[in-house]
């Protein structure tokens, strides 16, 4: 009798349970759709469903899409970086200074430049000092906002390369704007690169359980490395990106990517513990925040209560994702 019994009552457990990690896979999509249809109803009349408005969402989502594939493989690796907005700010401003002197190629190379080795420093200080990413980035951010702000001395600094600005920003391929092209690429080879690879494998492996992935033959420092290096290459393109789009570098760029970043990729179903990560959930949970704060503008909220918002978000995504890891 107790053997049926016991049998019937595990199953409504497991169906609850399985139930339970379907619906918080998906959270970030219904999330999306639950705030479209809030705002489309409240704001339906202020523009919010105007083809204008909608595809300036996506075109200024699409920075912070770049960057949020990079926290995708640091956080999944069980590390954070919070210096990418620097990181930002710094190649973008490098990109515009070389590009002004020495022309777009040069420029390019400048921008990206910057940001990698930005990334490799921030990699090399936690994969061979092991000293903790949180410490090593908080204390990085500071020093790269500041070489941002001494490069031009607070100053503005126009992109006159119009080839420039088209490729990386203003311009269209096939009557498709430049921004999303390179939001397209970028998830699509970073989704490959996490899902189909053995780099990807071992960046999930190195954040379930370093020690175990050492264990396993995986070089765990290099992983630490390379994913944020990866996350300052990818500050980097976003910096130009920015250049593109506004034909201006100030070193206030990518200022206020740090909440909406994190949030957009926590939301989007990655761990904040490690272990497991989404680059599509992350490229919904950009466009949810994009959408989140162009609604609350048009709804005549101020900046403090964007904030406001996007700190409840975060804290929200952080609990779910902390329950995820007590089951």
């Known amino acids: 009798m107790s053997g049926p019994q016991s049998g019937a009552a595990q199953k409504p457990a497991a169906i609850r349970f399985a139930l339970g990690l379907n619906l918080q896979q998906y959270v970030v999509y219904f999330g999306f759709l639950a705030i479209f249809l809030f705002f489309a109803i409240t704001l339906g009349d202020n523009g919010f469903l ?16 770049i960057l949020a594939i990079g926290l995708v493989f640091v ?101 498709i704007p430049s921004l999303i092209w390179w939001t397209v690429m970028a998830v699509a080879i ?39 290096t990866l996350s300052g290459g990818l500050a980097g393109l976003a910096g130009l990106l920015y250049a593109g789009r506004l034909q201006a570098a100030k070193y206030t760029l990518g200022e206020s990517d740090l909440m909406t970043v994190i949030a957009a990729v926590i939301v989007g179903g990655t ?9 599509i959930g992350a490229l919904i949970g950009s466009l949810m925040m994009g959408m989140l704060n162009n609604g609350l503008i048009l709804m005549g909220l101020s900046v403090s209560d964007q904030m406001i918002v996007r700190g409840l978000i975060i804290l929200a995504a952080v609990a779910v994702s902390l329950r995820e890891k007590a089951r």
């Open 50 to 65: 105007s083809v204008r408005n909608l595809s300036n969402i996506v075109l200024q989502t699409a920075p912070a899409t």
């Open 271 to 279: 761990l904040l513990h490690g272990g497991k990560g989404t680059i």
């Open 190 to 228: 970073g989704h490959f690169i996490y899902r189909e690879t053995r780099f990807g494998a071992h960046v999930m492996a190195t954040g379930d359980n370093p020690r175990a992935a050492s264990v396993s033959g995986i070089k765990v420092a290099r992983i630490r490395l390379y994913v944020l």
């Open 75 to 175: 956080l999944t690796a069980g590390e954070i970086d919070l210096s990418f907005g620097s990181i930002v700010a710094m190649s973008a401003l490098a990109a515009a200074v070389v590009m002004n002197e020495y022309g777009m190629t040069a420029g390019i190379l400048a921008g990206m430049a910057t940001g990698i080795v930005a990334g490799a420093l921030n990699g090399a200080v936690v994969a061979f000092v092991r000293l903790p990413s949180f410490l090593v980035t908080l204390a990085t951010m500071g020093l790269f906002a500041g070489i941002a702000r001494s490069m031009t001395n607070l100053r503005s600094i126009p992109v006159l390369d119009l080839d420039f600005a088209g490729f990386f920003g203003s311009g269209s391929f096939l009557g």
